[in-house]
């Protein structure tokens, strides 16, 4: 359809026709037909019909630049980025798509974007462009830790979905399990209790997180125990959840030294689940003394011994003797020093007493764990102390460094040497995981939740947290950047806010630079525009005022 514009003299007189027609098609002919005569109509009227006939497909052309409000709106680069990810992965679907889904999805990307309290999710949702992306309606901080009581109870649930979504019929047979600990600030915390810390944080109540994972360390589920659970007290639940919610039969079950221990395997087996793990070092020195293998059969070189239906895979690694040997003479050194120091604060304070020194040199050698070989005496002047090194106990002390034993009840034509020493090492993934919860920018440290159901739901959300995070690991890795770095530069993206008359609209500008490449590497692609919605994210609470008024 078009305007066809015709000029005409006649009399010295111009005249000029406007008439509306289209074209059409009879057989192999183009025709014209004429719709309307528009000649009765003003110039600026011809002139808008032709305007908007030419704009037809994108009548917002149409609209004059004074028309148009604009400033800077949100960020939107990093949570568009966040939330496809989600979506490919089945977090999306897995969490629900009615509001405490998406309270719950906006926690796992906030945790992602810049892990804090609940109070500091919703400060950063001020930031981001939540209720375009997400379609959230208004919130604080009380709804965001009532949703972590929903989690918490729909954690099963959730889980569930996501093993379905992740292996759906093609289920894996391996799972590696691992726990760890995270210190508490305070002292309210509902499973907060005192135990074997391996962050050294002494005085500081705990809580044990116990993390099962897939053969390729992509996270399943996650437990929250008391401070004070041993290691071997998490098993339990792990092959319930693995018998019952995942309704799995044929599993292997692979778990560090200190975790399956007799009374674990027994119920491994009670189950039909088989078990990878490690023996310790004295378990190693028994089975020596009872012949089951040999000191020589630990080489470079993987070697197995069966006896009993296990099989035992032992190796040395030269890399690890030498750091042992290395750090077992900086600690001679340190004993060497301090007992010369001490000598000569003997010789310099003649009413020191001997035995003082004595005890607190013996004391010492005893921290660093060298009073197994390294005996404390009295110096022949009776004046002095003196080490005396049992070379026989340092032979058999060194004996062992480096040498590690792999046991499991596997049968070879099911794994061979090589897959089971590999499937062992593969626990080197949830202790990745961990070093992400607790040291990397997720920090899980639930210092600002108290309650059972708070703390469930936000280890929770942390385990959720780290499946995007690993998945922009896997994205980015070639960039030669942290996710952290790279959140942090899609974060600068924001949005621009477009008003023509009562209606507005976010244009996103297109991405350049690293934040260009950052989003093709995780193959997302931001849209031109996202609706512009409005919603009240505002804390009820204020953050205590640190600002010192100057006189």
């Known amino acids: 359809m078009y305007i066809d514009t015709s000029k005409s003299v006649q009399n010295g007189k111009t005249y000029v026709r406007h008439l509306l027609r289209e074209n059409y098609r009879d057989g192999q002919m183009v025709r014209h037909r004429t719709i309307a005569n528009l000649s009765h109509c003003s110039a600026e009227e011809i002139a808008a019909m032709k305007l908007a006939l030419q704009h037809k497909d994108n009548l917002s052309a149409l609209v004059s630049v004074e028309d148009i409000a604009t400033e800077e709106g949100p960020r939107v680069g990093a949570a568009i980025c966040l939330y496809t990810i989600a979506r490919r992965l089945g977090l999306v679907k897995a969490l629900g798509e009615d509001r405490q889904g998406q309270l719950a999805l906006w926690q796992v990307i906030a945790r992602v974007l810049d892990h804090g309290s609940r109070l500091s999710a919703v400060r950063l949702a001020q930031s981001h462009s939540v209720g375009a992306i997400l379609e959230l309606d208004s919130f604080n901080e009380d709804h965001l830790y009532r949703n972590l009581a929903w989690l918490a109870e729909e954690q099963e ?10 292996y759906g019929k093609t289920v894996p047979q391996l799972f590696l399990y691992d726990v760890t600990s995270s210190y508490l600030e305070g002292v309210k915390n509902a499973y907060g209790a005192f135990g074997y810390n391996r962050d050294g944080k002494k005085g500081k109540l705990q809580i044990v997180i116990g993390l099962l994972t897939g053969p390729d360390g992509h996270p399943l589920a996650v437990r929250v ?41 027994e119920l ?50 030269p890399q690890r003797a030498e750091e042992i040997s290395q750090n077992c003479s900086d600690k001679m050194s340190s004993l060497t020093a301090l007992v010369k120091k001490q000598n000569l604060y003997l010789a310099e304070h003649p009413k020191a007493k001997l035995e003082t020194v004595l005890k607190k040199v013996a004391l010492y050698a005893e921290k660093i764990k060298l009073n197994r070989w390294v005996q404390v005496d009295q110096g022949p002047d009776c004046r002095s102390i003196v080490l005396q090194v049992d070379r026989e106990a340092f032979e058999r002390e060194r004996l062992l460094d480096g040498c590690y034993v792999i ?28 070093r992400t919860f607790k040291n990397g920018h997720l920090e899980i440290q639930p210092t600002f939740v108290v309650t059972d159901p708070s703390t469930r739901g936000h280890v929770f959300v942390v385990m ?19 996710v952290a770095e790279g959140i ?51 804390t009820r609470r204020k953050l205590p005022s640190r600002r010192i008024r100057m006189k």
């Open 268 to 317: 491994l087996n009670g189950q039909g689940f088989q078990y990878i793990t490690a023996i310790t070092k004295p378990q190693i020195r028994k089975l020596l003394e009872e012949g089951i293998f040999q000191v020589s059969l630990f080489d470079n070189e993987l070697g197995e011994v069966q006896a009993d239906g296990v099989r035992y895979i032992l190796r040395r690694n």
């Open 488 to 538: 942090d530069e899609l974060g600068s993206i924001r949005g621009v806010l477009l008003t023509i008359g009562n209606s507005s609209c976010q244009k996103i500008p297109a991405p350049t630079g690293i934040g260009k490449e950052l989003l093709r590497s995780a193959d997302v692609t931001l849209p031109k525009v996202i609706p512009h919605r409005k919603i009240q994210v505002a």
């Open 464 to 482: 959720l947290a780290y499946i995007l995070e690993r998945e922009l690991d896997r994205c980015w890795r070639h960039l030669d950047l942290t």
């Open 225 to 265: 125990f008391s401070g004070n659970t041993t290691d071997t007290q998490t098993v339990a639940e792990q092959v319930q959840l693995l018998a019952g919610s995942f309704g799995i039969s044929d599993v292997v079950l692979v778990g560090d030294r200190g975790m399956l221990k007799n009374p674990q395997l």
């Open 157 to 166: 649930e959730i889980e569930k979905r996501l093993f379905r979504q992740r």
């Open 407 to 434: 046991k499991t009840d596997v049968p070879a034509a099911q794994a061979d040497t090589g897959a089971i020493h590999d499937r062992y090492k593969d626990l080197t993934q949830v202790e990745r995981a961990f």
